[in-house]
């Protein structure tokens, strides 16, 4: 898929830094490499976008990289993106980025009633599976696995759309915060990117759950599942097999389901797919 060079105006360089940006788009749900050119000693550099600071990584003497994200319920406007570098001196410079509006579609599904409206004696469970989550997302390696490249999972294409707004048994619920793929139950899994897994255990809406934590704040959900090849802790590579497909949690029917997040931000993975494919 063809990259475009996006950004809003030349970067603003300030003794020595200056920023690059790369993205599939600029809408809401999109992932953005953020290439900063720096002196050979710097010695570290944090990007600062939408709220957040996210940590970039060397890659050559002269030049850092950093996965950004615009979180799915982003709203259009104009954000700056700051790049800081520390080593013999504080170095800085700014770029802004024109999020620009996005349109998501609507689906109508059916499930299981609990699955919508849980019964009293579920809510605690619930409540804790989502505390575990928060903790999960809370921590990542200092070391990217990702900037070796980012792989599909299965082979079959996307059925439907991220960020699309779901409706179950007619009462609207949180968009739709991964990318489905229409495999058949059975169907070998494959880790997209290197790192730990951080989470491997059945949850109540997600059923069989894998989370891989890529490092520096990129994490992969594969939820769904029909059985979970790995346990928590374990180091994996891109192409490893995790699991099976499932239709376990809430579902319709066997899928893959994958969602990403970049920092505190939902993306589509075939964003950042595009931008990492290796």
Known sequence: MLLLVSGSGASIAAQGLSIDIQSRSLRPGEAVLVTISAPAGTTSVIVD????????FRATDTSWRA??????????????VIAEGAGSQVLRANRDLIVVRRQFPQRVLKVAPDYVNPPPDLLARIRTEAEFMTAVYGHSASEPAWETGVQRPVADVANSSFGTR???NGEPRSPHAGTDFLSPAGTPIHAPAGGH???ARELFFTGNTIVIDHGLGVFSMLAHLSRIDVREGDA???GDVVGLVGATGRVTGPHLH????????????LSALALLAN
Do not use: C, K, Q
């Not at 976008?49 to 970039?56: E, I, V, Y």
């Open 49 to 56: 976008a939408f709220g957040s600071r996210w940590p970039a």
């Open 67 to 80: 996965l950004i994200g615009i979180d799915l319920e982003r709203h259009p406007g104009t954000y700056p």
């Open 166 to 168: 779901s409706v179950f």
């Open 197 to 199: 897994v951080v989470a």
């Open 236 to 238: 994996v590579n891109a």
């Open 258 to 269: 994958w969602a990403m997040r970049v920092g505190p931000a939902r993306v589509d993975p």
